[in-house]
């Protein structure tokens, strides 16, 4: 049924694709935020587990984070890109497979508090940005699924899928 609707429209053909580039590349700037949010200079000496150039061990840890983000963010974009651009399902598969890891940590966080305390007290102000989060999750779910659908249309039609019919008559020599 979605595959349907796809072929008919351009808009919903690249609608998967650009969601999962834009959720997937907002971890640059997320990345960059969080780097300079939490960098705070510090002067040596340096003492593991207490002092670091970028100041105490969690800034260390959330600049490292940061840092991390960053690049999952640009590496994650390219690949997008190029899965789309060759309509590969490996490429694709991988990007899925990278987000998820990406998301396990969180996720598997998400379910201790969840399960230690339904009532989501211990989150705090979290807490209140849950249901974004979930909302998140599921706008690239749908990406991905919108993107795989589209893949595997344009593996199955061959290289014509998605370009303008020729109008009738037309003379097929003439430049466009």
Known sequence: MIGRHLARSPFLRNLGWWIIAIGGGSYLPAGILLIALAWQPTPGPYLVGERYPFGSDMSAWQVSA??????????????????????????????????????????????????????????????????LIVLWVVLMVAGFVLAWTEVDLRRRQGPAFGQAKRAKGADSSSPR
């Open 66 to 131: 940061g840092f991390g983000f960053a690049a999952f963010g640009l590496l994650f974009v390219a690949l997008v890109v190029a899965a789309r651009k060759d309509a590969d399902r490996v490429l694709l598969g991988l990007a899925f497979v990278s987000y998820l890891l990406m998301w396990l940590p969180h996720a598997w966080l998400g379910a201790a508090f969840i399960i230690d305390d339904p009532s989501l007290r211990g989150l705090g102000e979290w807490r209140d940005v849950v249901p």
